[in-house]
């Protein structure tokens, strides 16, 4: 059995992953991010807070989420033993709601009464929405304009659960201009909103904070996988957007030096075609939304608009903590096509009976071309982060089939 | 003594209040930016604050937002702002700039590049929303040693300690967001804002210019009872907005004018 090394205790106490992350916000947010930081630090290590985050999960969200060897699969592909961590088995459909349980948790302790969110898909403003219900919160979801048009069953589904859904017009009306409004909300009303950020980015404590709220998948990997195996897989995989399940699952095997963790990046139509959102494959660092990491830009440093097939992979920067495990070698970063995940979207469809989220695929993908140069033994374990049914509009239409 | 400090020490002996008005380089064109400059100092502008275009101003409200997309769209860059200080210079060798903009472009030309090329072309102050003081203690110190003032943000948030903070690594004047909220949001409590600016001049030690919710004279006026400097910026793309180009720079130095008027009437001694 491999040693844990558990020497990386990063962020410092000024939220820095090495050269990364800290907190790049105006004067206005300062103390808000302030009281944030102190309140989470203190529910960090409080026995009563973790119980009930604990007790939340279990009975409200399903966990733990079981691990799944896809026999099928991996015999198909001739390889390596593929496993699929099953976060797409989560109440709402993806990881996304693990952290909006423990964001909302912590804004009731604040006593916020209002919380607010951006999302791209409308994945995490489905599940913001569906904990603001749970818990009596007045919620507010921006999400761009045009994402708006792309994914009106989601946006449907918010109003349903009661919150407000604000279509942003400005820039280029996708997930970065919705999150550059709900900063504006913040600033706005921050004594009695709480800002609760879907993904391991933005000002210190949120990479943190979102991450320790996603560990929660990783944790239950390390138990399962060797109950499956007698064994830690050999590579973890897993698709990077923003990177919260990434984070979520990697972060647990940071100490395990014998498990490779990938980070899968959306590369569009190719990340020599300019038309992508693989930031950490082919952008430089620079400060964005409150922390410094790997921005797609040009040269002026303007950010500038991403393209993938899945819209929650579509977002120009990452979470400073993948910037720095790339940096340090600890996780590797590779591309994966829309073509290439939308064949491996189809393939668990029909191999395996589970209809993969976009963004998952992107995962899967990398899975499908590493497992053939693989001898039979090894294990592959890779994050499901979410469920495919919101994509049904998406992929059907890329088959030219109209509903 | 800095330009900015220089200016400030001026105005002081004459007893009278800084006009800072705020305009977005390169809106709505890079052509537009020089004669709206000249109408700014013409109507009786003793600093102007250079906005340089970000596509992400999270900070900003909708109004400099549009103004920042005008301008992107038209072309404009953090390099092409620099040239714009350059030309300015040549005609009017006193009044000081301070570039207000966001932190990405300058880490995209360089910090050191950035700070030797503002100096050459002529810039007294720069303002980066979003580095905060401890986040950007090298960099002030950079600028200080190019002879440039970091101009920091306070905000009726801002505790007694970061009050010390920026009066430690700022320099020229502080910026005092007088609400929480977006450039160009409406409301302004007077009252509060007059109730926070002597602890504010006491704890930083270098004037304090007040801006956010300033939309006229008689607005301006009243923060003029109260602080060292009026900044006024939303308002200013708004005319702009609604005059076209051509007639941009008459109807600017107007509303500069107005204001200046204005100021230049309160009693001496106010504060």
């Known amino acids: 059995m491999q040693m844990a090394d558990a020497s990386y205790t990063l962020p410092d106490e000024k939220g820095h992953f090495g050269p990364y992350g800290g907190i790049f916000v105006a004067e206005t947010l300062i103390p808000a991010l302030e009281e944030l930081r102190l309140a989470y630090e203190a529910c960090r290590v409080d026995p009563a807070f973790q119980a009930e985050f604990e007790y939340e999960l279990k009975h409200y969200v399903g966990r733990p989420s079981p691990v799944y060897h896809a026999a099928r699969w991996s015999r198909e592909l001739g390889g390596a033993q593929i496993y699929l961590k099953r976060e797409d088995l989560n109440h709402t459909g993806a990881h996304k709601v693990n952290n909006c349980i423990g964001q909302a948790m912590l804004a009731r302790r604040m006593g916020k009464p209002r919380v607010i969110a951006e999302t791209g898909a409308g994945q995490h403003g489905v599940a913001t929405a569906t904990v603001a219900a749970r818990y009596g919160m007045e919620c507010v979801v921006y999400m761009g304009s045009e994402d708006v048009r792309r994914q009106a069953a989601n946006v449907y589904r918010m109003k349903l659960l009661g919150a407000e859904v604000v279509p942003v017009e400005s820039g280029s009306k996708t997930l970065k201009d919705a999150l550059n409004e709900a900063m504006r909300d913040w600033v706005t009303h921050i004594a009695d909103t709480f800002y609760i950020i879907g993904t391991v980015a933005g000002p210190h404590p949120y990479p943190q904070m979102v991450r320790d709220f996603q560990c929660v998948i990783g944790r239950e990997c390390i138990e399962q996988v060797p109950e499956l195996t007698g064994r830690q897989p050999d590579y973890v995989i897993a698709c990077v957007g923003g990177g919260s399940n990434a984070m979520g699952i990697f972060h647990p095997y940071i100490p395990y030096p014998d498990v490779r963790l990938i980070g899968v990046e959306a590369a569009g139509d190719g990340l020599d075609t300019g038309r992508h959102a693989a930031s950490l494959s082919a952008g430089k660092p620079g400060v964005l939304h409150g922390n410094r990491t790997y921005l797609l830009q040009n040269e002026d440093g303007q950010i500038i608009e991403t393209h993938s097939i899945s819209a929650g992979l579509d977002y120009p920067g990452v979470g400073p903590e993948h910037a720095w495990l790339k940096d340090s070698g600890r996780a590797e970063y590779v591309g994966v096509t829309d073509d290439e995940a939308l064949q491996a979207f189809h393939d668990l469809c029909r191999l395996e009976g589970i209809i993969p989220a976009l963004e998952s695929s992107h995962a899967l993908a990398h899975a499908a071309r590493l497992a053939p140069t693989l001898p039979n033994d090894r294990i592959i374990l890779v994050n499901l982060s979410g469920r495919g049914d919101k994509d049904m509009h998406t992929v059907a239409e890329k088959s030219g089939i109209q509903f | ?271």
């Open chain 2, 1 to 271: 003594m800095s330009k900015i400090q220089a200016r400030f020490a001026r105005l002081q002996s004459e007893r009278r209040k800084a006009l800072i008005p705020f305009i977005t380089a390169g809106d709505p064109s890079p052509a537009a930016t020089l004669p709206l400059m000249r109408a700014l100092v013409d109507g009786g502008a003793d600093i102007i604050e250079l906005g340089v275009p970000f596509s992400d101003p999270m900070a900003d409200g909708p109004t400099i937002q549009r103004a920042s997309e005008r301008a992107l769209a038209a072309g404009m860059s953090l390099r092409r702002v620099l040239g714009i200080v350059s030309e300015f210079r040549q005609q009017d060798a006193d009044t000081p700039i301070v570039l207000m903009g966001y932190a990405n472009p300058i880490e995209a030309m360089g910090i050191e590049r950035f700070v030797d090329d503002a100096a050459a072309a002529g810039v007294d102050g720069v303002l980066v929303v979003d580095y905060p003081p401890q986040e950007s203690e090298a960099f002030a110190a950079r600028l200080k040693a190019a002879a440039i003032d970091p101009i920091f943000l306070l905000a009726p948030t801002s505790t007694e300690q970061r009050m010390r903070d920026v009066g430690r690594f700022g320099s020229g004047y502080i910026y005092y967001v007088s609400l929480t909220g977006v450039t160009g949001a409406g409301h302004l409590d007077h009252g509060q804002v007059a109730a926070r600016i002597p602890a504010i001049r006491e704890a930083v030690g270098m004037p304090v210019g007040v801006g956010f919710g300033i939309r006229d004279a008689a607005s301006a006026k009243r923060i003029g009872e109260i602080a060292d400097a009026v900044v006024i910026g939303s308002r200013i793309i708004e005319e702009i907005e609604r005059a076209g180009e051509a007639d941009a720079p008459v109807r600017v130095r107007a509303l500069i004018g107005d204001i200046r008027e204005a100021l230049d009437s309160l009693p001496q001694g106010t504060a």
